[in-house]
């Protein structure tokens, strides 16, 4: 609301009133009595409204014979839902923010849409916040295995309707319990993250890199074959490779092993590609881990 509210009584002139308005460039005037307390309202409305009913003589009339009233008006507590009603109701576009008969404010039709303006923003940011919370993984900020498995079945929709090729890689930490033994769970959430980071770096952007569960993810890869989706794999796994790893003092290595499997015609159900896809990545941990294998019928 606006507290610069300009007032006046209820015996001064219209010609007063108009100059007020004009000079003072406000919308509205609150009326008030020898007592100051709020009793009405003059609005550019009010002043239409009195200059048909009195036409040229409007100049020489009193304010209280051209407000509004019985005033209506809200309490400070009101909130946005209750203003929006009463001027819709009274087809008004400013109300008297009044308590213990004290003129507080002024609450505008402006006023109102501003207020409902950055409410719906930020209801849109919260909506985001709660999306992103119930879609991603807290530890990685990866998605969710939920959220893939939704992405997955969308996909393979995608993909067989616009005849585009369409494959998934599973990858997983080779030895990480070992990690976790020797260094502690803190240093396993330690490469969770870093791994994750490195994942969301090189993968494109059109791409969906999710944490699966546990030490495993998988790379929704649009518009790759399965020799496309396996060159990648490589790519990343050999950069992984040769990454020095770090904390609290303590360098190892990481290496990871990688699944690939690509949508065919035979294929209806997102979980038959990801069982081709976790045969490949099985047969890559029987051996040796640290290599890409291709799933092949």
Do not use: W
Request: proline share 2%.
């Amino acid at each position: 609301m606006s507290k610069d509210v300009a007032t006046a009584s209820l015996d001064i002139s219209m010609s007063n009133i108009i100059d007020m308005l004009y000079n003072d460039k406000i919308g509205a005037i609150a009326i008030i009595n020898k007592k100051n307390i709020p009793v009405g309202i003059i609005t550019e409305r009010d002043i239409v409204v009195g200059l048909y009913k009195f036409r040229d003589k409007i100049l020489q009339k009193l304010s209280k014979d051209i407000m509004s009233s019985p005033l209506v008006y809200i309490p400070p507590e009101s909130d946005i839902e209750e203003a929006a009603m009463l001027m819709a109701l009274n087809r008004i576009r400013r109300l008297p923010v009044i308590k213990d008969n004290k003129l507080l404010g002024i609450v505008t039709y402006s006023d109102l849409t501003n207020a409902l303006r950055k409410n719906y923003y930020h209801l849109e940011e919260k909506t985001e916040i709660l999306e992103d919370r119930a879609n991603k993984d807290s530890l990685t900020g990866l998605y969710n295995k939920a959220y893939i498995m939704e992405q997955l079945k969308y996909h393979i929709n995608l993909a067989t309707s616009i005849k585009k090729p369409f494959s998934i890689i599973m990858l997983d930490i080779d030895y990480f319990k070992k990690v976790n033994d020797t260094y502690g769970h803190l240093c396993g959430d330690y490469v969770l993250k870093k791994l994750s980071s490195i994942f969301l770096e090189q993968t494109r952007s059109v791409n969906i890199t999710g944490r699966y569960g546990g030490e495993e993810f998988i790379i929704l890869a649009s518009q790759s074959n399965a020799q496309s989706a396996f060159n990648f794999a490589e790519r990343l796994r050999t950069l992984i490779e040769n990454i020095q790893f770090s904390y609290e003092g303590k360098n190892f290595k990481i290496t990871i092993s990688c699944g690939v499997a690509e949508l065919t015609n035979k294929i209806k159900k997102p979980e038959v590609l990801i069982a081709n896809a976790d045969k490949a990545l099985y047969q890559a941990k029987n051996s040796g881990r640290n290599r890409t294998v291709m799933f092949f019928n």
